[in-house]
């Protein structure tokens, strides 16, 4: 099949790249760059383990293709440490309030987190809930995500973080 | 001492051992997206395989032709039933006694099942041509009905053995039929129901559900032609397992097999079994001579890798008329599917299924499980839970509202009323089974003090008054749970897989600088194995958990274990765990003895050294024993630190639990909103309270998808219409209620530590809980069963048959 010409920032380096026009983001993310941090749950967009930042926005890169994302500014998981290397406070979050058991569905989780804190600085329960409904996890609950959000949100904003009582 | 010295507390707390919420180890590699799971490998010239499936539940293959499929570019090679037999794999040993097909051999008995296998030099070719190869079909009559299926006149599921008169398990009474398990007294249990004051019978059905984990199936075989060792990277809950089934199925000695499971992302039981997938990329991978993958996607997962429960269980209680238990009995049709590739212990093959007697002192009880085929997916698992143990709990917890319904008595009460009593452990069930330990009445009135269940049920019967005034559309329903677990297995008088015991392994060396490595035989999906092993180790040797590596997965270098599954990993390779530990502290402390110059027995042990008994300040700690043993052990003793042990339980554990759940129904939308949460677990010994709380809402959240809106539905043509994210429910955050956790702690007077295993337990206990919620909440009009899952439609439906929409 033909290829086109792509190029696009991951993770604050340029890309230049052939794809087949069918190609999806995610397998070129993980098979063409080995950036396997993006997993595939479920290849229907209900899951968000694929889940990046694009542009700006969370997308489900299992449901876009890679030349749609020709020219945009990508972020994955791999790009949320901080730029001294120090962990993003929503990595260091779900670490300090167990948001996570097997793993896979993390690297979107935090990253739709990120954006979830972008777009607000202090979410409520509710509307944090809301906000990562779009992202499946199997095994913790969520319980504990929201709590590594809030821990998160509470540090970036500067503030003590308080856990609610149970 | 000096003043400087640590107090023994102190030097307890560094060691971050038993107890201590310790933070996760492998959480550093998963939050900086560095975890590494099958579907990341990538070895150079791999190939892609995928499947060419039936769109039939039943049909004879008339013809498959591959030419259009081969002939794509890209595509290496299409395997089919045919190529397959060629090296005698187009049929494989099942881990219950059965067999199954690799890829279909003349006909097709579910739908998605697998037909021919393409493989190519990337996925995307691999799928092309999968929908290529071209097969004729002439459709079958089908049947997905278990409760049909040994009809006179059912259609014929396996031909390959329609005249077997005996099956794995003994004799079958149908061509449909695989096998009749019973248990208990059948004379008795009659005789008891014969004169009982008060009985009930509902037929209560577990539906199919699947565990579901996150991450697929997958794997990755590479076969080395010159050297002839096949390694095999897989989502593998039970590596050693694999590795033996593959060797005795592949001829491939089982020494040049490697298997590997890597960082796995949830398993949940489906990832105990043994795939076509796997089988046809290891033939791929030794016909062509590269690495072969197979990705299984999201519906494949759904429709083919393994299903769960799909028990039908017409149920009994005996009761006199104050209110004491005194029969059960229970028949149950339990459909396997096409093919009997449950993972359960080989000589269960209903599993554990008699704990159905739960936590109550029935006199007498008896079970019978009939297991049958039909035009569905194979490979029943226990999925988060030991073999058919949920199944056995929801029967029960639901039995025991409907009878406490039928005596007028309140739900708890009547439970409270036939606990077995603290006096009586180690107890002795009806069915023989010997529960370890409990305190069942202290952890029920701890939970029924904690929720303030009188002021719930007042608040109940307001509530009904002001409904039946017309006042409210909603009813209030309290659901109360009490189980019993039977996990750890197992002991090997009476669990073993394929004639393997199924014990579990744990190898520790301590190196000369006092940190180490343990190895194990069992494979974390989640569970934090990394984390509690090395808090077990802790406190057993005295060394901080920090300096304690964690290594499973790995068939080469770990001792042989049985892997991960019904909740055995603490009970069994826990056990084994601390067992290594107890032989290196032996050892240790003769060095120590021989440094100190006293008799082994004038020392003792102090949180993390040897020291002289009456003298405190003369004391070897474990790490400058670690550096002896490499260099000053005692004359004749050999040098090294290290130890193995393979621990065979001498009992199962028995966790147990009180949950109760408060919800309210709107009665005009079905829609059930969960108000209150609260799970009591007694797992013993707790390990890490911060992850048996983790493991305990993912487990609650789990059961509440399989309560309200789980099931794996067929259609009457075997179409199996919930085979995706769509259709198929898995709770988001904002359906999932908060949860509310507790304890109590009744250690396993026969566990080294112990610890009786927890992960499984909300699963167990939650899904009684909520569907005992929903139906207590239409109780009081006269409904005593509504059947799960309980969902909007099923929960309106219920509704409109009591006459509720006017």
């Known amino acids: 099949m033909a290829k086109s010409q792509i190029a696009m920032k991951v993770n604050g380096k340029t890309i230049d790249a052939l794809v087949e026009p069918r190609t999806l983001l995610i397998h070129f993310l993980r098979d063409d760059q080995n950036i396997t941090g993006p997993h595939i749950g479920c290849e229907t967009s209900h899951c968000g383990a694929c889940t990046v930042d694009l542009d700006g926005k969370s997308v489900k890169s299992c449901t876009v293709f890679a030349i749609q994302a020709n020219g945009g500014d990508i972020r994955t998981i791999e790009g949320m440490a901080n730029p001294d290397g120090t962990l993003h406070a929503l990595q260091e979050g779900f670490r300090e309030m167990h948001g996570l058991q097997c793993g896979f569905c993390t690297p979107g989780m935090i990253v739709r987190a990120y954006r979830l804190l972008q777009e607000n600085k202090n979410p409520s329960e509710e509307e944090i809930r809301y906000g990562i409904s779009g992202n499946l996890c199997r095994c913790t609950g969520y319980q504990n995500i929201v709590k590594a959000i809030q821990y998160a949100a509470a540090k970036l904003n500067g503030v003590a973080f308080q856990e609610a009582a149970e | 001492m000096n003043d400087m010295t640590p107090t023994s507390a102190e030097r307890a707390a560094k060691l971050e051992g038993l107890g201590c919420k310790r933070k996760r180890v492998e959480d550093v590699r998963f939050i900086q997206g560095k975890g590494n799971y099958v579907d990341d490998i990538k070895l150079p010239g791999m190939l892609y395989g995928d499947f060419n499936r039936s769109p039939y539940a039943h049909a004879r293959i008339t013809k498959i032709d591959t030419t259009k499929a081969a002939a794509v570019p890209g595509v290496v090679a299409v395997l089919t039933a045919e190529t397959l037999k060629t090296v005698n794999l187009a049929w494989m040993p099942t881990l219950a006694g059965d067999v199954q097909m690799v890829l279909a051999d003349g006909k097709v008995l579910f739908q998605n099942q697998e037909v021919a296998f393409v493989i190519a030099t990337d996925r995307y070719i691999a799928a092309d041509a999968a929908d290529l190869v071209e097969v004729e079909y002439e459709p079958l009559p089908v049947n997905v009905d278990p409760l049909k299926a040994m009809a006179p006149n059912a259609p014929v599921i396996r031909e390959d053995i329609k005249d077997k008169t005996e099956g794995a398990h003994g004799k079958r009474k149908h061509y449909n039929h695989i096998f009749s398990w019973a248990a208990g007294d059948k004379a008795a249990t009659d005789a008891a129901f014969a004169k009982a004051d008060v009985s009930i019978r509902e037929m209560i059905v577990y539906p199919r559900v699947h565990p579901c984990p996150l991450e697929t199936c997958q794997c990755v075989a590479s076969f080395d032609k010159i050297r002839g060792e096949l390694t095999l990277y897989g989502t593998f809950q039970a590596p050693h397992v694999i590795r033996t089934v593959g060797s005795l199925i592949s001829k491939i000695p089982e020494h040049k097999i490697h298997v590997i499971?890597?960082?796995?992302?949830?398993?949940?039981?489906?990832?105990?079994?043994?795939?076509?997938?796997?089988?046809?990329?290891?033939?791929?991978?030794?016909?062509?001579?590269?690495?072969?993958?197979?990705?299984?996607?999201?519906?494949?997962?759904?429709?083919?890798?393994?299903?769960?429960?799909?028990?039908?269980?017409?149920?009994?209680?005996?009761?006199?008329?104050?209110?004491?238990?005194?029969?059960?009995?229970?028949?149950?049709?339990?459909?396997?599917?096409?093919?009997?590739?449950?993972?359960?212990?080989t000589k269960w093959p209903a599993g554990l299924f008699s704990i159905i007697s739960g936590s109550y002192d029935f006199p007498t009880a008896h079970v019978l499980v009939d297991g049958v085929y039909t035009n569905k997916a194979p490979g029943g698992v226990a999925y988060r839970c030991s073999f058919r143990v949920t199944e056995a709990a929801y029967c029960i917890e639901r039995a025991m509202d409907i009878m406490a319904q039928k005596l007028g008595m309140d739900a708890a009460e009547f439970r409270m009323k036939n606990l077995i009593r603290r006096e009586q452990f180690p107890y002795t069930s009806a069915f023989g089974w010997q529960y370890d330990s409990g305190d069942y009445q202290t952890a029920m009135n701890k939970a029924i003090e904690s929720v303030n269940y009188k002021k719930l049920r007042d608040e109940q019967k307001a509530k009904r008054e002001a409904f039946k005034r017309g006042e409210t559309r909603e009813l209030m329903g309290i659901g109360v749970a009490f189980f019993t677990e039977i996990v750890g297995a197992g002991p090997s008088r009476a669990c073993d897989i394929l004639g393997i015991a199924m014990f579990d392994s744990a190898e520790i060396r301590i190196h000369p600088t006092g940190s180490g490595i343990c190895r194990l035989g069992t494979k974390s999906q989640g569970q934090g194995h990394e984390t509690t092993y090395a808090q077990i180790i802790a406190s057993e040797l005295g060394l901080a958990a920090d300096n304690i590596m964690v290594e499973e997965g790995n068939t080469d270098t770990a001792p042989y274990g049985l892997g991960t599954y019904g909740s055995r990993s603490t009970p069994v390779s826990g056990a084994a765990t601390a067992m290594a530990c107890r032989k290196i502290k032996a050892k240790a402390q003769m060095i120590a003895a021989y440094m100190l110059e006293v008799h082994d027995d004038d020392l003792e042990w102090d949180v993390d050294r040897f020291r002289v008994k009456g003298n405190p300040e003369r004391s070897k700690t474990m790490t400058e024993l670690a550096w002896a043993a490499y260099h000053e052990v005692p004359p004749g003793m050999e040098p090294g630190l290290e130890a193995v042990d393979y621990y065979d339980p001498p009992n199962f554990t028995f966790p147990f639990g009180a949950y109760i759940c408060v919800l309210d129904v709107d009665v005009d939308t079905g829609q059930v909103k969960v108000r209150r949460f609260y799970a009591l677990d007694d797992c013993g010994t707790r390990i890490n309270p911060m992850i048996i709380e983790g493991q305990i809402h993912g487990g609650l959240t789990e059961a509440f998808g399989i309560a309200m809106g789980q099931e794996l539905h067929y259609d009457e043509d075997g179409n199996i219409t919930t085979a995706s994210f769509m259709d198929y429910f898995l709770p988001t955050a904002v359906e999932t209620p908060h949860w509310e956790t507790d304890w109590t702690t009744t250690p396993s007077p026969h566990h080294p530590i112990g610890a009786k295993g927890v992960g499984e337990s909300p699963n167990v206990g939650g899904v009684p809980c909520f569907s005992n919620a929903v139906n207590d909440a239409f109780a009081f009009l006269g409904s005593t069963h509504i059947q799960m899952p309980h969902d909007h439609w099923r929960t309106w439906t219920a509704a409109e048959k009591l006459g509720l929409h006017g």
């Open chain 2, 261 to 345: 499971a890597p960082d796995i992302g949830g398993g949940f039981g489906n990832k105990v079994g043994a795939y076509s997938g796997y089988i046809c990329s290891i033939v791929a991978s030794i016909v062509t001579g590269v690495p072969v993958k197979w990705t299984e996607d999201r519906i494949e997962n759904l429709s083919t890798t393994a299903f769960a429960r799909d028990f039908y269980m017409d149920m009994e209680i005996a009761a006199t008329k104050d209110g004491k238990v005194t029969a059960m009995r229970c028949y149950t049709i339990a459909d396997h599917g096409a093919f009997d590739a449950c993972a359960n212990a």
